[in-house]
């Protein structure tokens, strides 16, 4: 009860008069909602016709691509009753317990959804569980699967699902009523799996009973548009949520504009659409959040209305289309020539939709197939082997050809290393050959708007790899709602290869997505020579208080000796303890060979990484009580990773030199 007063005085700092007014009004509005019976909703056969499917006609004639055998696999395993979440398969008889937490198998009470407190884990168990398989991100598939092989026995399981949904979950009631960001998400699978199906719809309306799902199916799309567009995420809580809620609205509205109310709640939703793409990312390409998981996640809310825009003749702004652009540089940019990609901010598994059924699915590059296509781009193309199954579905056999008739060149296209306003700088040399070696330093915002929900306290944290091999990383994110202890670790400073002072994390977190206290970042020097890059900047983390504590960082490359050196300025007047923490890949091995001097290894590549005299070294490895020494690659999934810790005591300005050597 304590810690439940705490957050809610926390949030309550967080919020702006207007941001009060507005939530006290809603609070209002849910009291009398709650209590006031739900409209009905009646679909006719007029509004049934007027149905016009006009996205992915191409599904008509396509079949799948040879070698993607992995897209029917989640057709496959759904109709045998599995489906994957997160790193836990759930089994079941027919269809989901679709109120019950699958992974501790608490079953949420039937009470009207927006006075369930979805934190609560005895009432709900882990949401993030919970929410997952309602996202029904698998309904493509067997749409998909039933199309290309007219096996009914995907048909049934889509209709099972479907119906079993609809009943279990009724109109307001429950947890599927609570977060309009997974009611867009729905809508936009459901958007897919009628698109693809297009006229054999009517196969699946053709089964028992099918007619009254066809009704329902529409009374319920109806309902989740009326409730999206009641309960936008606004002020603190609009980051990604009013962009995936606006997406699924307008994409809702333009597949099935059941009347003139969902007409202009769409055109609504546009608009919002056109705002946030710009509110939300810097003209950079770097999303607000300052989290690359939520980047992609973005990038498909914006890409999607985009697409289905264009199919039904409703055009976006080239400025809206330009940031999608932008985005997908951005990404480009970051990963390297194997395809890593920092694992910046929080990470949650979270998919708009995903057709791929393979487990090494990488989004990124999935969406860079995509934008290879859209925008003609060999550069995006140069970053991916091959046109997968997403973006197939998306352009057909056309995109498909139109990837393969992009040209690659066998030298590096030119790379962007400088991302001023989201705040990231990529210091390297041979960039994009074969050769390369990368450092991305932070010198970016915590994160976006009032709470910065998806930052992490990582200001001039470093990122390194060598010819696609990872040695210095970000460990990810493992945690979100439950596990308080992991989710502090992840998001804190001491999982970052950055300077900890005091064992206190740069800025101060108010709960699992707030801080009340938030670090600044600032640029101090960026020039760049024939042979040598030099990268500095500082933050403010540590400089109030009564002993207040300066951190600034010098990052210098010479090319010539394929050398980093990384200088921490600590400025202070008093007694204070600092920690330097460098956090290994995985798969790299340790070896110290002289004191604070430790060869790395990441299979036939090394680099050697000399800590400052100063410090006194320690190399932790799963340690839980710390906790240090993990590395988080999915959601609710770690695995012991070397961290490297230097510690010193300091009373006075001192500078702290590490030599990062890079052996090619």
């Avoid at 992609?296 to 289309?321: A, E, K």
């Avoid at 066998?410 to 290393?417: Q, S």
Wanted: proline share 3%; aromatic share 10%.
């Amino acid at each position: 009860m304590a810690n439940e007063l705490s957050w809610y005085i926390n949030r309550l700092s967080c919020m702006s008069v207007g941001e009060v007014i507005y939530r006290t009004k809603t609070k209002l509005f849910t009291t009398i909602e709650k209590r006031k019976p739900s409209a009905e909703v009646v679909i006719s056969d007029e509004q049934i016709n007027a149905i016009t499917l006009k996205f992915l006609p191409h599904m008509a004639s396509q079949k799948l691509p040879e070698g993607n055998p992995d897209v029917l696999k989640v057709a496959d395993n759904a109709v045998a009753g599995k489906l994957q979440v997160f790193t836990e398969v759930l089994k079941f008889d027919s269809t989901p317990n679709w109120n019950m937490d699958p992974k501790t198998g608490v079953k949420s009470p039937m009470i009207y959804g927006k006075t369930l407190n979805y934190r609560d884990e005895s009432l709900v168990g882990d949401i993030k569980y919970l929410w997952e398989p309602s996202r029904h991100l698998h309904f493509p598939n067997l749409a998909f699967a039933y199309k290309h092989t007219q096996d009914k026995k995907y048909l049934s399981c889509l209709y099972e699902h479907m119906r079993s949904w609809i009943d279990e979950c009724p109109h307001l009631m429950g947890p599927h009523w609570i977060s309009s960001l997974e009611l867009g998400i729905r809508l936009i699978n459901w958007a897919l799996t009628w698109s693809i199906l297009g006229e054999q719809l009517q196969d699946l309306f053709d089964l028992p009973n099918g007619k009254q799902l066809q009704k329902d199916w529409l009374k319920v799309i109806k309902q989740h548009v009326e409730f999206i567009d009641g309960h936008y995420s606004r002020y603190s809580s609009a980051n990604n949520h009013l962009i995936g809620e606006a997406a699924g609205v307008y994409i809702g509205s333009m597949v099935w504009p059941l009347d003139e109310k969902m007409t202009q709640s769409g055109a609504k939703a546009k608009t919002i659409l056109e705002q946030e793409a710009i509110t939300q990312n810097y003209s950079d390409g770097v999303n607000k959040e300052q989290a690359i998981s939520y980047q992609q996640f973005v990038l498909d809310f914006l890409l999607m209305p985009y697409l289905i825009g264009q199919s039904y003749n409703d055009h976006f702004s080239t400025q809206y289309l330009k940031n999608i652009e932008n985005m997908m540089n951005y990404l480009a940019a970051l990963m390297d020539i194997k395809g890593n990609i920092p694992m910046i901010g929080d990470a949650d598994d979270g998919y708009v939709f995903r057709f791929e059924g393979k487990a090494a699915h990488c989004p990124y590059k999935s969406l860079l197939a995509t934008g290879a296509v859209l925008f003609n781009s060999p550069l995006l193309k140069s970053k991916v082997e091959a046109f997968d199954s997403r973006s197939w579905l998306l352009f057909g056999d056309v995109g498909l050809k139109s990837f393969n008739s992009l040209e690659t060149s066998t030298t590096a296209f030119p790379i962007k290393t400088a991302f001023k306003e989201g705040g990231y700088y990529i210091i390297g040399d041979k960039l994009g050959t074969k050769d390369e070696y990368r450092m991305v330093m932070d010198i970016g915002p915590l994160g976006y708007g009032g709470i910065a929900a998806h930052g992490h306290a990582d200001s001039l944290s470093l990122y390194l790899s060598v010819q696609g091999k990872e040695f210095l990383i970000d460990p990810g994110t493992y945690a979100y709602h439950t596990e308080k202890k992991w989710r502090d670790y992840f998001k804190g400073t001491s999982s970052h290869n950055t300077l900890r002072v005091d064992a206190k994390d740069q800025s101060v977190s108010g709960g699992n997505f707030m801080w009340v206290k938030k670090a600044t970042s600032t640029l101090l020097k960026h020039e760049e020579q024939i042979n040598s890059i030099e990268l500095s900047g500082k933050h403010n983390g540590y400089a109030s208080g009564k002993k207040p504590v300066g951190h600034e960082r010098q990052l210098v490359l010479d090319k010539q000796k394929s050398e980093y050196l990384v200088t921490d300025k600590v400025t202070c007047r008093n007694d204070h303890i600092v920690e330097q923490f460098w956090h290994i890949n995985e798969h790299c091995e340790v070896i110290e060979v002289a004191r604070n001097l430790f060869e790395i290894s990441n299979g036939d590549q090394k680099i050697s990484l000399k800590l400052d005299d100063a410090f006194d070294v320690k190399i932790e490895k799963a340690n839980d009580d710390l906790p240090l020494g993990w590395a988080s690659r999915a959601f609710d999934l770690k695995v012991p990773s070397y961290t490297i810790v230097g510690t010193s005591k300091v009373n006075n300005d001192k500078d702290f030199t590490t030599c990062i050597k890079v052996k090619i």
